[in-house]
């Protein structure tokens, strides 16, 4: 590596470049520009306008490893950092490229919006030195473009869309992007703004910042999976309990009425390792601890769930009532998000013992000591007292009504800078408590993260969704997308969220057919709120949601693949051994494991579970059949019949109501059938 400051000038006209540390920066028309490599295959951007590079800005990366094979070069008018698989190039002008170390194709470059001005970077003043800030890189025909966090929008390749960078209810902003043409780059900014995917050049823009900084590796997708999650932080090793099969609903309004469901599976001798408190089952929102007229003995609830072999999870909001017996000191600590306008309220809210909705405020996750007392106070509710571990993050994006991140102001920065950080803050709150109270296994269940969420045993969910099956078909790309965004952890409400009557044969095969899926997502998790629903509330709840709750011919089918998942726990855990060792994600687009095969890039409605065994879920209603498209380089084996077909055939197979279409890869050997 290049440790040697020194010195290239060129043109007058152009910048002057130098090289530092194994980094090459270009200083020029006031703006600086740094390139260094970042851990292995990988370099970071960082450029500024108006002043030096500025250093602990919010971000997802970690410290980056040595990298002693890098090299860095500034001559002849051209800086160079040569980084194992990545070069990345800026000439005299500023301009950057990035290109495959050994055939020197072009993987991305930057492109000015216009001959003369504005560059590929644009710097707009937004006051004291802030700037809305523009990334702007050329597009290529035929590139496709994956990741990006969960969205709803049903797109797995995202080229030609515009993706809003703002945490919203089951719209979450990771800001990675791998492409078909051999890299993989993360936008390494929490704050608001978008990326558009257009025709005519690829922007991200941020709606108010003080730099750009950007991370980028070359290599196929899996090859920058393991790198992407090396430098923003591996997942935990996921405990054998979350494996299996989570019991939900809205909700559960007492003891009693949990118990009773927990009994009642295991009287019917069904699998099952987790049940779910949902909320309201506090005294108000924000003092974090059971309400004793619905909840009378906490600790009797856990000791017999404990010996009935299920795990308790507790659902934590991160909002807190003024009726709450901590708002005020948190208000006089400075622990709650503050605001640039108004009192510190951020959405409206029911609460216990009022008949109207109340002003609540969110507690400040990027506050080292709000995190401290929070947890301080779940810790002393939830953990000490009855051994609760394991905890649900909901309304984590936090949920703002309205949402206007412009006037929040959070300690790690203003709203429009660091808004996007919240939920991975959020769920360090939990995994940092944690560890320092003596618990090795970390899993919560969020509805929002951001990149870096994963270190801190953060599971996501797909947020509030309908129960219908074209969102079911959204889900595969939703799914895929978190996959390739870092997110190992990662499942749906199965069945949907809004609504869904267990009583109507068209929602009952909707159900049968969103558990398919669910018993072969990386976590599998039955919750919704289902008819006859009840008006928002503390006294809510919505209709039954228990696998019995179908009628029979639906129970018996939904019984078989809470089995079939309890067979494969083996499996799913060796694949959750890989994301946390490797950080290849269980959940796998066919291209994960085929990058050569370039049909595979198109598959949107089937993934691999692991390296072995291909989904194809049904999506349609009525369908008793299914087409699908096995990729080349492997022999597929149809788990149900035993027929095998050649990789690169599309296959149409039989899916009658009860059949999932699974095909094993190369005599792989997994206990579908029993």
């Not at 500023?94 to 970077?121: C, N, S």
């Not at 007492?254 to 309201?280: H, K, M, N, W």
């Not at 870092?486 to 267990?502: A, K």
């Not at 009525?622 to 599309?650: F, H, I, K, N």
Request: net charge negative.
């Amino acid at each position: 590596m290049d440790q040697s400051p020194s010195l290239a000038q060129s043109s007058p006209t152009a910048g002057s470049f130098r090289t530092d540390r194994g980094a090459v920066e270009w200083s020029g028309r006031q703006e600086t520009v740094r390139i260094e490599p970042w851990g292995p295959d990988a370099v970071r951007v960082r450029a500024r306008i108006g002043g030096p590079l500025l250093s602990g800005l919010p971000g997802a990366l970690l410290e980056s490893p040595p990298a002693d094979a890098s090299v860095a070069r500034a001559e002849g008018g051209r800086g160079r950092v040569v980084n194992g698989a990545i070069t990345a190039e800026i000439d005299a002008e500023g301009m950057l490229r990035f290109t495959a170390t050994d055939d020197g194709r072009e993987l991305l470059a930057e492109e000015r919006a216009h001959f003369w001005w504005p560059g590929p970077r644009l710097y707009t003043a937004t006051g004291n030195g802030y700037h809305r800030l523009e990334q702007r890189f050329a597009a290529y025909e035929g590139e496709r473009l994956y990741g990006l966090g969960q969205h709803q929008h049903g797109l797995f390749d995202q080229k030609g869309a515009v993706v809003d960078l703002v945490q919203r209810n089951a719209e979450v902003t990771i800001p990675v992007l791998t492409s078909s043409r051999g890299y993989t780059l993360l936008w390494n900014n929490p704050a608001v703004g978008r990326v558009e995917l257009g025709a005519t050049g690829t922007r991200w823009v941020a709606d108010s910042a003080r730099q750009i900084d950007y991370w980028i590796t070359a290599g196929d997708p899996a090859a920058a999976q393991r790198r992407y999650s090396a430098v923003t932080g591996r997942t935990p090793m996921l405990p054998e309990w979350a494996a299996g099969f989570w019991q939900c609903k809205l909700r559960y309004r007492t003891q009693e009425e949990l118990l009773s469901v927990a009994r009642e599976y295991r009287r019917r001798g069904l699998p099952i390792d987790v049940i779910v408190c949902d909320f309201f089952h506090w005294t108000h929102l924000g003092e974090w601890k059971f309400d004793p007229a619905e909840w009378p003995d906490p600790a009797a609830m856990t000791r017999e769930l404990d010996e009935l072999g299920i795990r308790l999870v507790v659902s934590v909001w991160p909002s807190v009532s003024p009726l709450s017996e901590n708002h005020r000191p948190m208000e006089q600590r400075g622990h709650l998000i503050g605001t640039e306008y108004g009192p510190t309220a951020h959405a409206d809210w029911p609460d216990k013992q009022v008949a109207e909705p109340v002003q609540v405020a969110f507690y400040d996750a990027t506050n080292p000591a709000a995190r401290a007392f929070v947890w301080s106070r779940v810790r002393d509710n939830y953990l000490l007292p009855y051994g609760i571990r394991s905890f649900w993050l909901d309304a984590c994006e936090p949920e703002l009504k309205p949402g206007f991140p412009a006037n929040l102001r959070y300690h790690a920065g203003p709203g429009l800078e660091v808004a996007n950080l919240y939920p991975r803050e959020n769920a360090r709150t939990f995994h940092e408590g944690m560890l320092a109270a003596g618990e090795s296994e970390v899993v919560t269940l969020n509805r929002s993260a951001w990149a870096g969420s994963q270190r801190y045993g953060a599971a996501l969910w797909s947020g509030d969704i309908g129960t219908d099956f074209p969102t079911l078909r959204r889900q595969i790309a939703a799914g895929l997308n978190t996959a390739l965004s870092g997110i190992p952890w990662w499942n749906t409400d199965i069945g949907g969220f809004h609504g869904g009557d267990p009583d109507d044969e068209a929602y009952r095969e909707v159900m049968i057919r969103w558990f398919q899926f669910g018993a072969l997502s990386p976590l599998m998790r039955l919750h919704g709120f289902r008819d006859p629903g009840m008006p928002l509330g503390p006294g809510m709840t919505g209709g039954p949601n228990e696998v019995w709750s179908y009628g029979e011919r639906a129970g018996e089918v939904l019984a078989w693949y809470l089995r079939l998942r309890e067979r494969l726990k083996p499996y799913v855990l060796e694949q959750m051994r890989t994301a946390h060792e490797e950080g290849v994600p269980p959940m796998r687009p066919l291209f994960l494991e085929f990058p050569d095969d370039e049909e595979a890039w198109g598959v949107a409605d089937a993934y691999l579970f692991g390296p072995d065994l291909l989904v194809a879920p049904v999506l349609e209603a009525g369908a008793t059949s299914r087409t699908v498209r096995l990729p080349v380089g492997a022999c597929w084996t149809d788990a149900w019949t035993g027929e095998e077909y050649d990789g690169g055939r599309t296959v149409t197979v039989a899916a009658p109501l009860e059949r999932l279409p699974l095909f094993l890869r190369d005599g792989a050997r997994l206990p579908i059938t029993g």
